[in-house]
T-cell receptor, first 113, second 113 residues
C-alpha cells in the first residue's frame, strides 16, 4: 500500500481566491489522479497527473481553473482558482502503486463562502 | 460515464453475510472490476479487484460471472463498521499504459445490530 497525506485537511475560503492543495506520497509513484466529490455525490475524476508530462484533464475540467503540478514522483499539487461556492467539495488525490493497486488520500474539504 | 449499475441501498444484519451485486454488461475482455468503499466521506478504501476468476482476501470475496457481465462482493460476516458506500468500478484503459477509475453512485450498505 501507500501512505498518502494531503494538506490542508480542510479550509474555508472566500469567493474569488485560490487554494493550492498538496498531496504527498511515501513512495515513488508514476500515476497520480485528482478527484472531486461534491456534497452528497460520488467521486469525479478531474485529471491524471503523471510525472514528466502535462496533466490530462477530464471533460468539464480545464487547466486554467485547476492547474496541477507534478514536480517529482512523490508529490503533486492541485490549485482551485478563482473559487466560487460551487467549488465547495472534497478534493482527493489518488496514486497507483502497482499495476493493480490504486489508493486514495484522506481528502481536503473545501468550503467557499 | 460509469460502466456499472448498483442498487442504491441495501441492509444487512450484523454477523450475516452481505452480498452486494453489480452489473457491468459492457465490460471489455481486459478490463478489471474493482471494489472500493467510502466511510463518512473519508478517502475511498480499496477492497478487492478481479478479472475473470473469483478472488478472496482478508476483507471480502469477489465472485465474477462466467460471462463477466456481473459480479458480487461478499462480506462474509458484516459488522457495524462495514456500514459504508460501496463502489463497483470497471477500470478503463485511457491510452498507453494509463487507465482510470470512474466512480458511479455506489450502494449504501447499512449493517443493523
Amino acid at each position: 500500500s501507500a501512505v498518502i497525506s494531503q494538506k490542508p485537511s480542510r479550509d474555508i475560503c472566500q469567493r474569488g481566491t485560490s487554494l493550492t492543495i498538496q498531496c504527498q506520497v511515501d513512495s515513488q509513484v508514476t500515476m497520480m489522479f485528482w478527484y472531486r466529490q461534491q456534497p452528497g455525490q460520488s467521486l469525479t475524476l478531474i485529471a491524471t497527473a503523471n510525472q514528466g508530462s502535462e496533466a490530462t484533464y477530464e471533460s468539464g475540467f480545464v487547466i486554467d481553473k485547476f492547474p496541477i503540478s507534478r514536480p517529482n514522483l512523490t508529490f503533486s499539487t492541485l490549485t482551485v482558482s478563482n473559487m466560487s461556492p460551487e467549488d465547495s467539495s472534497i478534493y482527493l488525490c489518488s496514486v497507483v502503486v502497482t499495476f493493480y493497486e490504486q489508493y486514495f488520500g484522506p481528502g481536503t474539504r473545501l468550503t467557499v463562502t | 460515464d460509469a460502466k456499472t449499475t448498483q442498487p442504491p441501498s441495501m441492509d444487512c444484519a450484523e454477523g450475516r453475510a452481505a452480498n452486494l451485486p453489480c452489473n457491468h454488461s459492457t465490460i471489455s475482455g481486459n478490463e478489471y472490476v474493482y471494489w472500493y468503499r467510502q466511510i463518512h466521506s473519508q478517502g475511498p478504501q480499496y477492497i478487492i479487484h478481479g478479472l475473470k476468476n473469483n478472488e478472496t482476501n482478508e476483507m471480502a470475496s469477489l465472485i465474477i460471472t462466467e460471462d463477466r457481465k456481473s459480479s458480487t462482493l461478499i462480506l462474509p460476516h458484516a459488522t457495524l463498521r462495514d456500514t459504508a458506500v460501496y463502489y463497483c468500478i470497471v477500470r478503463v484503459e485511457s491510452g498507453g499504459s494509463n487507465y482510470k477509475l470512474t466512480f458511479g453512485k455506489g450502494t449504501l450498505l447499512t449493517v443493523n445490530p
